[in-house]
């Protein structure tokens, strides 16, 4: 059975810069510390990668572009600049690309912001966590709320509408209060974030908060209190004018991350640096995670290609799609492979909605055009691993 290929007929870029000033307590990203040197020639690898494969890639409309890390304010804002010089030489970018940058406040300045805006750049994306002194200290965080503020005011003067704040929750010693504090700093600032990310933490192996925690040294929230610190984010966004799009992702109204989303529905993507993914015609591939053998042979790197099955497409398509509050449509799944999602996955889903997990509703029944579509209600939110887990098939 054919499989379409990418029928938005666009392609998205993400661009992995591995550098950090110093790599936090809970990280477990492809990142790092490292000399002025090493970000040098990491850079130059990186620019030799985009000019080696853009050919293979051009034809795409580029929709969107995500430059992530790492922290990519790490490295000096004129690799920025010559990044994006390039990209727009080498691929078509829409005029009304969305192009994002992640920055720390620890390092990022005002000069940074006005460079990376004159450059093309339209969104920023900025890590705060949280707006307390204690809990940003307990993760490893270089700033404070002070330094998060001088970086988000000149994110605004230098022209940037479209900002994102990360957060997060369950952070060691941290209480409902905390969080609500940190919420309602956030929310209120002037000109308000056009969007959220807010994360609970996870305790990831290999990490510094791994062994603290196999030791009994993390005091992080019990699940009674990490559940109620969901729930309080959740409220506190909405109530705040955010429109919650995808498990851990607000917005206001029409500021969506349209690269993220891109992600979740399965459009074409090329990844270029050390570790970073893609997916094109139905192939998932990345590049190595050693940045010193990256920077040996940047255009000879690639590893575990996989070609997807049927079978491995449809599980994307449900468990990825279904992350987002808008759910998956029955004729998109229906156009994608030539069958019916019921006949697929209609004892799933059946199931699932009469635990109360999933729900299904028809769009524009009013104009006898009615769209089917199935989404995880609250509950299935609240248990999505469990859910999402069910459309895998054994």
Same mark, same amino acid.
């Given at each position: 059975?054919?499989?379409?290929?990418?029928?938005?007929?666009?392609?998205?870029?993400?661009?992995?810069?591995?550098?950090?000033?110093?790599?936090?307590?809970?990280?477990?990203?492809?990142?790092?510390?490292?000399?002025?040197?090493?970000?040098?020639?990491?850079?130059?690898?990186?620019?030799?990668?985009?000019?080696?494969? %853009?050919?293979?890639?051009?034809?795409?409309?580029?929709?969107?572009?995500?430059?992530?890390?790492?922290?990519?304010?790490?490295?000096?804002?004129?690799?920025?600049?010559?990044?994006?010089?390039?990209?727009?030489?080498?691929?078509?970018?829409?005029?009304?690309?969305?192009?994002?940058?992640?920055?720390?406040? %620890?390092?990022?300045?005002?000069?940074?912001?006005?460079?990376?805006?004159?450059?093309?750049?339209?969104?920023?994306?900025?890590?705060?966590?949280?707006?307390?002194?204690?809990?940003?200290?307990?993760?490893?965080?270089?700033?404070?709320?002070?330094?998060?503020?001088?970086?988000?005011?000149?994110?605004? =003067?230098?022209?940037?509408?479209?900002?994102?704040?990360?957060?997060?929750?369950?952070?060691?010693?941290? =209480?409902?209060?905390?969080?609500?504090?940190?919420?309602?700093?956030?929310?209120?600032?002037?000109?308000?974030?056009?969007?959220?990310? %807010?994360?609970?933490?996870?305790?990831?192996?290999?990490?510094?908060?791994?062994?603290?925690?196999?030791?009994?040294?993390?005091?992080?929230?019990?699940?009674?209190?990490?559940?109620?610190?969901?729930?309080?984010?959740?409220?506190?966004?909405?109530?705040?004018?955010?429109?919650?799009?995808?498990?851990?992702?607000?917005?206001?109204?029409?500021?969506?991350?349209?690269?993220?989303?891109?992600?979740?529905?399965?459009?074409?993507?090329?990844?270029?640096?050390?570790?970073?993914?893609?997916?094109?015609?139905?192939?998932?591939?990345?590049?190595?995670?050693?940045?010193?053998?990256?920077?040996?042979?940047?255009?000879?790197?690639?590893?575990?290609?996989?070609?997807?099955?049927?079978?491995?497409?449809?599980?994307?398509?449900?468990?990825?799609?279904?992350?987002?509050?808008?759910?998956?449509?029955?004729?998109?799944?229906?156009?994608?492979?030539?069958?019916?999602?019921?006949?697929?996955?209609?004892?799933?889903?059946?199931?699932?909605?009469?635990?109360?997990?999933?729900?299904?509703?028809?769009?524009?029944?009013?104009?006898?055009?009615?769209?089917?579509?199935?989404?995880?209600?609250?509950?299935?939110?609240?248990?999505?691993?469990?859910?999402?887990?069910?459309?895998?098939?054994?």
């Amino acid at each position: 059975m054919a499989i379409k290929d990418n029928v938005h007929n666009e392609l998205e870029i993400y661009i992995h810069i591995p550098f950090c000033v110093r790599k936090c307590l809970y990280c477990d990203f492809l990142s790092a510390p490292a000399t002025d040197e090493i970000k040098d020639l990491y850079m130059r690898a990186l620019f030799k990668e985009i000019e080696s494969r %853009a050919d293979e890639y051009r034809k795409f409309p580029v929709s969107s572009v995500f430059i992530g890390g790492g922290t990519p304010s790490a490295v000096k804002p004129e690799y920025i600049v010559f990044l994006m010089k390039l990209l727009n030489e080498k691929f078509i970018l829409r005029k009304d690309a969305e192009v994002t940058i992640e920055v720390n406040p %620890a390092s990022a300045d005002e000069l940074s912001m006005h460079e990376y805006r004159m450059s093309g750049i339209n969104r920023i994306s900025i890590g705060l966590q949280s707006a307390n002194a204690d809990e940003l200290k307990a993760l490893g965080r270089m700033h404070d709320y002070g330094q998060f503020l001088e970086t988000y005011d000149s994110a605004v =003067s230098a022209g940037f509408e479209n900002i994102n704040v990360d957060l997060m929750s369950g952070i060691p010693e941290q =209480s409902i209060d905390s969080l609500r504090d940190t919420l309602f700093r956030v929310t209120r600032l002037v000109p308000e974030p056009k969007h959220i990310s %807010a994360y609970s933490l996870i305790v990831e192996e290999g990490t510094p908060f791994y062994d603290m925690y196999k030791r009994g040294e993390l005091n992080i929230p019990d699940e009674d209190c990490d559940r109620e610190m969901y729930e309080e984010t959740v409220r506190l966004l909405r109530e705040a004018g955010y429109e919650r799009y995808e498990i851990s992702n607000y917005a206001k109204e029409g500021f969506r991350c349209r690269h993220n989303c891109g992600y979740w529905q399965r459009r074409d993507y090329i990844g270029f640096g050390t570790g970073a993914a893609s997916l094109h015609k139905n192939k998932r591939f990345k590049n190595c995670s050693d940045i010193g053998r990256y920077i040996e042979n940047p255009c000879g790197c690639r590893e575990e290609e996989i070609l997807l099955s049927v079978e491995d497409c449809m599980e994307e398509f449900m468990f990825l799609g279904l992350r987002m509050a808008d759910g998956v449509a029955y004729d998109e799944f229906k156009n994608t492979f030539g069958r019916d999602m019921d006949e697929v996955y209609g004892e799933v889903i059946r199931r699932n909605i009469s635990d109360g997990l999933l729900c299904e509703k028809n769009e524009n029944i009013k104009t006898g055009m009615g769209r089917r579509r199935i989404f995880l209600t609250d509950r299935g939110i609240d248990v999505s691993n469990y859910v999402l887990a069910q459309f895998l098939f054994e």
